[in-house]
């Protein structure tokens, strides 16, 4: 048989999209939602692009560092770098109730780097998220970031819980307007966040008639906007 | 009347159009289990530079953004191994249609180990021409490159792959 011509063959090699791909950027979209619902809107400025996030660094001009502990204001959003940089590289995880130990498991998978797991320590960033770096704990204070404290307060907790629900029912189903604001407004109230509010700002259009949620920590609100269908 | 969108709908409008394409991208780059955190990284980019993005180059400027996080995050990667594992996952459904195309599904082994000896600059210059249709111009705005090196460049790996398939199907090495 006469040899193909290599180049043609390898045209026909792309890999078909992987059948849960719909699915699995329907996922990524929420996530991306969630994450720069506290953020704000992007400008036409410079920001610290982190990859994982814009992050403005607050420089302290004062003599003496002052230790600050905080909680997470976004515990939807968890930044792990790979070094001490907070320009350099990083992994983006969605949510996770302990932050150091997500970002542990990624440096023991080989993840972030070859050589062992170090000290890790935990930092809240100025979106109010958690940044985990290598280091100890004084690290967040030197680079500008109160440090984590731990764990999640019942209301944080029941936020990533609520997090992880809306990405699996709107990832899986098309909901239209009524129906999405219906259904969030249902979580939230099987949630127990009395406070909680749901918004869906404009009328979907008829070529993106499945929504997708976001999570507005800040402001306490879901907000829900129009999809194409999946 | 021209609606005024919200800045969230057209993002979610932009990432619908785009994200086929910075998908299958992503996934000649990083093993299959990476590359929705580079999709998701790349996104969170596009929308904290919404602004900036140029229009009519959306394409070209996010592959440039999964590039930058691809490399940036996973430098132990070797793009070839990424590439040829990307193909040869693929490859029992590919198979099926390589032989309803008329190729012979032997002749895949050798390419695969053409592309494994590959410069990652070769292979990346097969994928943006091969699968994404990309012209020299295109690619060397990517690449931030004159059109003309990029167009050397492809001839010149292109040769390379046909040369050393043609070596290999001579010489009878196929594994």
């Not at chain 1, 008639?209 to 907000?223: K, L, Q, S, W």
């Not at chain 2, 969230?8 to 785009?18: I, K, M, P, S, V």
């Not at chain 2, 093993?31 to 180059?57: H, L, N, Y």
């Not at chain 2, 440039?64 to 693929?90: C, F, K, M, P, Q």
């Amino acid at each position: 048989m006469k040899p193909t011509d290599p180049v043609d063959l390898f045209q026909q090699l792309e890999p078909p999209t992987p059948g849960n791909a719909e699915e699995r950027d329907a996922s990524i979209l929420a996530a991306v939602h969630a994450h720069v619902a506290t953020k704000q809107k992007p400008r036409s400025r410079n920001p610290w692009i982190l990859g994982g996030g814009a992050v403005a660094i607050v420089l302290t001009t004062a003599a003496f560092a002052v230790l600050r502990t905080s909680s997470v204001s976004d515990p939807t959003a968890v930044s792990c770098y790979a070094t001490v940089d907070l320009e350099g590289d990083l992994v983006a995880l969605a949510a996770s109730d302990d932050p150091i130990q997500a970002c542990r498991q990624l440096w023991i998978d080989g993840t972030l780097g070859n050589g062992g797991v170090p000290p890790l320590a935990g930092c809240v960033n100025n979106a109010g998220a958690a940044a985990v770096v290598p280091g100890e704990g004084v690290l967040c204070n030197r680079l500008g970031l109160d440090e984590l404290e731990a764990g999640l307060t019942v209301e944080q907790q029941t936020v990533v819980d609520i997090n992880a629900v809306l990405i699996d029912r709107f990832g899986t189903e098309c909901f239209d307007q009524v129906a999405a604001v219906e259904e969030v407004q249902r979580q939230i109230d099987n949630a127990g966040l009395d406070s909680w509010t749901v918004d869906s700002p404009e009328a979907f259009d008829p070529s993106t008639p499945c929504a997708v949620p976001g999570i507005d920590t800040e402001n306490r609100r879901i907000f829900v906007i129009g999809a194409r269908a999946r | 009347m021209r609606r005024v969108r919200s800045l969230e709908y057209q993002f979610d409008t932009f990432f619908t159009a785009h994200v086929h394409d910075v998908r299958r991208y992503t996934a000649t780059f990083v093993k299959d289990e990476r590359v929705d955190d580079v999709v998701q990284r790349t996104f969170i980019t596009a929308w904290e530079r919404f602004a900036d993005i140029p229009e009519g180059s959306e394409r070209i400027w996010l592959l440039g953004v999964v590039r930058n996080h691809a490399r940036n995050t996973w430098r132990s990667d070797r793009r070839a191994d990424a590439l040829v594992a990307a193909i040869e996952h693929a490859r029992p459904e590919v198979s099926v249609e390589l032989t309803r195309n008329g190729f012979d599904p032997t002749e895949i082994a050798p390419l695969m180990q053409v592309l494994r000896d590959l410069s990652d600059n070769d292979c990346e210059l097969m994928v943006l021409s091969g699968w994404f249709e990309m012209t020299p111009t295109e690619i060397g705005e990517l690449f931030d490159k004159p059109a003309n090196t990029i167009r050397q460049q492809l001839f010149r790996a292109r040769k390379i792959v046909q040369e050393r398939f043609g070596d290999l199907i001579e010489s009878g090495k196929l594994q």
